[in-house]
């Protein structure tokens, strides 16, 4: 069995989850254009979500076919993107990431700033801050997209194409080009791409 | 030609409900189908598709209306998960009594207790004896295309039975995969319009589900039996002209994999069948000729179909994701209709069953290779050890 490379996503219940789910479902859908083998889903537990309370979103990539695809968590993400930055404070979103990790925030302080709540960085590569708020000030709070239903507000509008580029810079684990191809707002994408902050450990 | 979407379960099964154009839909929220339920409802509230679209007080209300709308000659949706299915289940037997076509969605989910979402296919098994036809669907694609064929042959006028469209509660529902969405004029070409036969009419009075005297009980319970085992032929008819309207071939009832030269197999229906590839793809590259028997319809159960593909090899393993306490051979619901279709065949397999996938437990690859080691056991000593194995908790 090829590796596949691991993604989650968190985000406060609700207000973010459509943007949550945006990022996953963009890496994923730009990955699947590059002929890769993919899986996006929300976390089946965090589900039905209440205001606020964490949740998290998934992406799997993979050269080849995904061969157990019913798990129902990424237990050893490579890249981690916080929609909602503050759980860096109280989750360890961290968990289960095994080394030459990327972690990337919704923030406008630095990553040395955040660097500071991270009481354990080994498994960090890379910890990278992108001001989505700033770069596109839209936060789609839908729920047409939850629950395996259909989403009915467009996929990468808002700031989950900010981060899902931010993303694509970090990690490179999509190209800019693809991700583009596959976002509602590839303008937004393209900034998160161009203006995130990277520090290397 | 078609197009290509990126489709949960929930969203082919909506796709394929809105293009089978129905009437009625009826619903009252649990999870995990009831996604279906909100893109239908968005489907309805932007004049996509114009059907009537009640919701419910309760699971038990839900299936009356649906009852009542298929009575009337409306083509008909509906869908629940776990305890949402047997809170209804007293409406079951009166709906394929009344020889109403309903499709109803089962996305499975464990029964209680305690309260879990995970996929379990005990609540749709329970239902088994309803006189609905029932099978399982592997992916999204397959979702998809079982409802446009369990109408079709629901409502083909040699059968005209209900349907449990069932497939795995968040493994199928909620995880997305590629869905090929066929134009409507082949969804139209598949599928006529409902023509019910005797439908309730303030024109044409006429009563459905009388009480009666016992002695009219048997007639009525033997038509009922003739009718899903009419449902046979129609269902090859309906895979055949399947495959020649939208180019994907099933097999109407087992499908298999890697079987030519298989000594062992595994028999399983629904989700799972993906990582069981797998791990044959594994084992056989470690020499231990193993291969799939999946069954896509448990009713009406293709009796002769399983006899001729069993009896061809040496040890049958029935993956369990279902549990009846105290059936014969103690395991699950499955193996028991197995054993069954076979004894009439003088050339039988050794068949043990394997309960997996519990509370909606993924059954790894790692678990497929225990399966394999206990058939190749079987099938070199010639007996086996136990019935029934609990993948997790044996050596």
């Given at each position: 069995m090829g590796k596949v490379q691991e993604i989650t996503v968190w985000a406060s219940g609700v207000v973010q989850d459509k943007e949550a789910r945006d990022v996953a479902q963009c890496l994923a859908a730009a990955a699947a254009k590059e002929g890769k083998f993919i899986q996006a889903f929300d976390n089946y537990v965090d589900l039905p979500d209440r205001v606020n309370v964490p949740v998290r979103k998934y992406a799997r990539i993979s050269?080849?076919?995904?061969?157990?695809?019913?798990?129902?968590?990424?237990?050893?993400?490579e890249i981690v993107i916080l929609v909602e930055p503050t759980l860096v404070k109280g989750v360890?979103?961290?968990?289960?990431?095994?080394?030459d990790g990327c972690l990337i925030l919704n923030t406008g302080r630095s990553p040395e700033e955040i660097l500071k709540f991270i009481p354990d960085k080994t498994p960090l590569k890379k910890i990278a801050c992108v001001d989505a708020m700033k770069i596109c000030p839209k936060a789609v709070i839908d729920f047409s997209g939850s629950e395996g239903a259909v989403e009915a507000a467009g996929v990468g509008v808002g700031i989950g194409a900010v981060l899902a580029g931010a993303a694509a810079k970090v990690s490179g684990c999509v190209t800019i080009d693809s991700l583009m191809s596959e976002v509602g707002n590839p303008e937004a994408a393209k900034r998160g791409f161009d203006e995130v902050t990277i520090k290397e450990l | 030609m078609g197009t290509k979407k990126f489709l949960t379960g929930l969203g082919a099964t909506a796709t394929a409900v809105k293009m089978a154009d129905v009437d009625v839909i009826t619903s009252f929220p649990i999870r995990p189908y009831t996604g279906v339920m909100m893109i239908l409802s968005q489907m309805v509230a932007n004049g996509e598709l114009d059907a009537e679209f009640i919701h419910a007080d309760g699971e038990h209300a839900q299936l009356s209306i649906s009852h009542g709308a298929s009575a009337a000659g409306a083509r008909t949706f509906t869908g629940s998960s776990g305890v949402g299915v047997t809170y209804a289940f007293e409406t079951y037997s009166p709906i394929s009594g009344g020889r109403c076509p309903v499709q109803m969605l089962i996305a499975d989910r464990t029964l209680d207790p305690p309260g879990d979402f995970g996929s379990e296919h005990t609540d749709a098994l329970g239902c088994r004896d309803q006189g609905w036809i029932m099978g399982w669907a592997e992916t999204p694609q397959e979702v998809f295309d079982n409802t446009l064929i369990y109408y079709r042959v629901g409502e083909d006028p040699r059968v005209r039975l209900p349907q449990f469209n069932c497939h795995d509660g968040y493994f199928v529902s909620h995880i997305p995969g590629d869905v090929e969405i066929p134009e409507q004029s082949q969804v139209d070409e598949f599928l006529p319009p409902y023509r019910p036969v005797d439908p309730l009419d303030p024109q044409n009075p006429l009563g459905h589900g009388p009480q009666i005297f016992p002695d009219q009980g048997p007639a009525l319970e033997a038509m009922r039996h003739n009718a899903m085992m009419a449902a046979m032929p129609v269902i090859e008819e309906a895979i055949d002209d399947f495959g020649r309207i939208f180019g994907r071939k099933y097999a109407p009832f087992v499908e298999e994999f890697m079987t030519d030269d298989a000594e062992l197999v595994f028999f399983i229906n629904g989700a799972h069948a993906h990582t069981a590839r797998y791990a044959i793809k594994h084992l056989r590259e470690r020499g231990i000729k193993v291969g799939l028997v999946k069954i896509r319809f448990i009713r009406p159960w293709p009796t002769d179909v399983l006899q001729e593909s069993l009896s061809r090899f040496k040890a049958v393993g029935v993956v369990e994701t279902n549990s009846s306490f105290g059936i014969a051979r103690g395991g699950g619901i499955l193996a028991p209709e197995v054993c069954g279709s076979l004894y009439d065949v003088p050339q039988r397999p050794l068949i043990a069953s394997f309960m997996g996938g519990l509370g909606g437990e993924p059954i790894t690859l790692k678990e497929f290779d225990f399966i394999a080691e206990k058939l190749k056991k079987i099938a070199e000593s010639g007996k086996i050890e136990k019935p029934v194995y609990w993948l997790g908790f044996e050596e």
């Amino acid at each position: 069995m090829g590796k596949v490379q691991e993604i989650t996503v968190w985000a406060s219940g609700v207000v973010q989850d459509k943007e949550a789910r945006d990022v996953a479902q963009c890496l994923a859908a730009a990955a699947a254009k590059e002929g890769k083998f993919i899986q996006a889903f929300d976390n089946y537990v965090d589900l039905p979500d209440r205001v606020n309370v964490p949740v998290r979103k998934y992406a799997r990539i993979s050269d080849s076919e995904i061969e157990e695809k019913y798990l129902y968590e990424n237990h050893n993400p490579e890249i981690v993107i916080l929609v909602e930055p503050t759980l860096v404070k109280g989750v360890d979103v961290l968990q289960g990431m095994k080394g030459d990790g990327c972690l990337i925030l919704n923030t406008g302080r630095s990553p040395e700033e955040i660097l500071k709540f991270i009481p354990d960085k080994t498994p960090l590569k890379k910890i990278a801050c992108v001001d989505a708020m700033k770069i596109c000030p839209k936060a789609v709070i839908d729920f047409s997209g939850s629950e395996g239903a259909v989403e009915a507000a467009g996929v990468g509008v808002g700031i989950g194409a900010v981060l899902a580029g931010a993303a694509a810079k970090v990690s490179g684990c999509v190209t800019i080009d693809s991700l583009m191809s596959e976002v509602g707002n590839p303008e937004a994408a393209k900034r998160g791409f161009d203006e995130v902050t990277i520090k290397e450990l | 030609m078609g197009t290509k979407k990126f489709l949960t379960g929930l969203g082919a099964t909506a796709t394929a409900v809105k293009m089978a154009d129905v009437d009625v839909i009826t619903s009252f929220p649990i999870r995990p189908y009831t996604g279906v339920m909100m893109i239908l409802s968005q489907m309805v509230a932007n004049g996509e598709l114009d059907a009537e679209f009640i919701h419910a007080d309760g699971e038990h209300a839900q299936l009356s209306i649906s009852h009542g709308a298929s009575a009337a000659g409306a083509r008909t949706f509906t869908g629940s998960s776990g305890v949402g299915v047997t809170y209804a289940f007293e409406t079951y037997s009166p709906i394929s009594g009344g020889r109403c076509p309903v499709q109803m969605l089962i996305a499975d989910r464990t029964l209680d207790p305690p309260g879990d979402f995970g996929s379990e296919h005990t609540d749709a098994l329970g239902c088994r004896d309803q006189g609905w036809i029932m099978g399982w669907a592997e992916t999204p694609q397959e979702v998809f295309d079982n409802t446009l064929i369990y109408y079709r042959v629901g409502e083909d006028p040699r059968v005209r039975l209900p349907q449990f469209n069932c497939h795995d509660g968040y493994f199928v529902s909620h995880i997305p995969g590629d869905v090929e969405i066929p134009e409507q004029s082949q969804v139209d070409e598949f599928l006529p319009p409902y023509r019910p036969v005797d439908p309730l009419d303030p024109q044409n009075p006429l009563g459905h589900g009388p009480q009666i005297f016992p002695d009219q009980g048997p007639a009525l319970e033997a038509m009922r039996h003739n009718a899903m085992m009419a449902a046979m032929p129609v269902i090859e008819e309906a895979i055949d002209d399947f495959g020649r309207i939208f180019g994907r071939k099933y097999a109407p009832f087992v499908e298999e994999f890697m079987t030519d030269d298989a000594e062992l197999v595994f028999f399983i229906n629904g989700a799972h069948a993906h990582t069981a590839r797998y791990a044959i793809k594994h084992l056989r590259e470690r020499g231990i000729k193993v291969g799939l028997v999946k069954i896509r319809f448990i009713r009406p159960w293709p009796t002769d179909v399983l006899q001729e593909s069993l009896s061809r090899f040496k040890a049958v393993g029935v993956v369990e994701t279902n549990s009846s306490f105290g059936i014969a051979r103690g395991g699950g619901i499955l193996a028991p209709e197995v054993c069954g279709s076979l004894y009439d065949v003088p050339q039988r397999p050794l068949i043990a069953s394997f309960m997996g996938g519990l509370g909606g437990e993924p059954i790894t690859l790692k678990e497929f290779d225990f399966i394999a080691e206990k058939l190749k056991k079987i099938a070199e000593s010639g007996k086996i050890e136990k019935p029934v194995y609990w993948l997790g908790f044996e050596e």
